[in-house]
């Protein structure tokens, strides 16, 4: 089994704040990685840096063996082979559901619209979303626009999917329908990073589970070992507190 | 929402009294508004009529069988302006999108671009446009530029698109600035470059968004267009002045505002609606 994403020894600040001290991670393929952690502990920030939306300070980053982290790579080639799906959607308003699908297959990917749209149709329906292929976003409810979204970073075939807290926005009811969704992506096999706050979630999904604090990951392992047996008094201590907000 | 109503349902005795009550306040409202109404228009109209010059004010403004007379001319003149309008107006689109985007864009490559762009915006969109169409008008003929036109009507044109094309880049620009950088974040991720994301993400939502603030440069720049009359054009405002210097009657003054007004009121109101619709579809927009 090969190694999709290797991280290494990477630091981020933000002015003089560090947001990533000095952390490392292995993503082998068929994996789901899931990031947990305090607001602020660095989890967003480490899945934009390794879609290059931010530029680390130090440390490598490896996709598939290449070194991302050289700044003579060419960004777009690289984000082509990663999906990222955001807290907030980020759907484009003026686009209709297929066309959000389809803009990165025709424009990058250089596809005919007519393979682009089928191919996306035949993943509107794989997620029960055939109906919605032509209405604009802000008529869909959340959970609807997120599994869109989900749709749209799947539509270039990444070779690894990032969630950001993809859930964040919904309320319960609509949380489990994007859940359902990337629970059956990763039984396809799809490799995956997610941050999250679902620890629910996080154990049925994740093979390993790494718990960030003050940037760095200071306790790893299986979802059993980090959530229902942590060793680091800190992971404890916020398994603690997400018990008492009812939400472990 | 009607027809998903229960078609039982018929309003209480309570709901039946609060509509009463909202009829009796909206009669009320009405009805001192339009005594409110009367007696302001009343009062000015009576300033007016009542004012010591009004009898040669009529005769010297407002003469019909004069306006009358008038009235080809001054048409044939806004025929000038509405060209000068439109075509003005489609060269100010390309070359404010063009300073618009040069103004946002952070390649290198185009760095001294970029200088220029915010210079240019600087220098026309602080300067009176009656001085840039004199300086225009009087200033390029005289540099006898071959295969220069001196024509005046060219060079009224050429000056009212210099400076409206700083005013518009700005408007734009403006547009493009609101866009949310996620949306960018998005395009990105899905692997579009720069260019593809201001082509085919910011771009279009960023006019969407503008197109009322553009509608109302749209009509200031066909009232703008009157100006180039300073340079002999014979427009509207150059026809009627033509006609009123001749006989020391102002009537074509009047009757070339009111052909103005005729165009401008529809558009304005037009824009009105346009941002009336804009900020009921952000409403909505803003309730996910």
Redesign the interface.
Known sequence: MSNVLELVNIRKSFGTELVLNNLSLVVPEHTATALIGASGSGKSTLLRCINLLESIDDGRIFLDGDEISDPLVNVDDVRRRLGMVFQSFNLFPHKTVLENITLSPIKVQGKSKDEANTAALELLKRFDLSDKADQYPDRLSGGQQQRVAIIRSLAVNPRLLLLDEVTSALDPVLVNEVLTAVRDLKSDGMTMVLATHEMGFATQVADEVCFLESGNIIERGTADQVLHNPQNPKTQEFLKRVHQAGRL | MSEKQNSAWSPSSREIQRRQSRRAISRKQAGIAAASSIFVLGTLALILVTSPGWETVKTTFFDIEYGKEVFPTVIKGLWINLQLTFIGGAAIGVIALGLALLRTTKSPALTPFRFLATAYVDIFRGAPLILIILLVGFGVPALGLKGVSSNVIFLGTVAVVLTYSAYVAEVIRSGILSIHP??R?????????SG?TMR??VL??AI?RVVPPLLNDFVSLLKDTGLVSILGVTDAVRAAQINASRTFNYTPYVVAAILFLLITIPMTRYTDRAIRQRTSAQN??GA?
């Open positions: 996620s949306q974040a998005a395009a990105r991720s899905l692997g579009l470059t593809q085919f993400v279009p939502q969407r909505s927009e996910i």
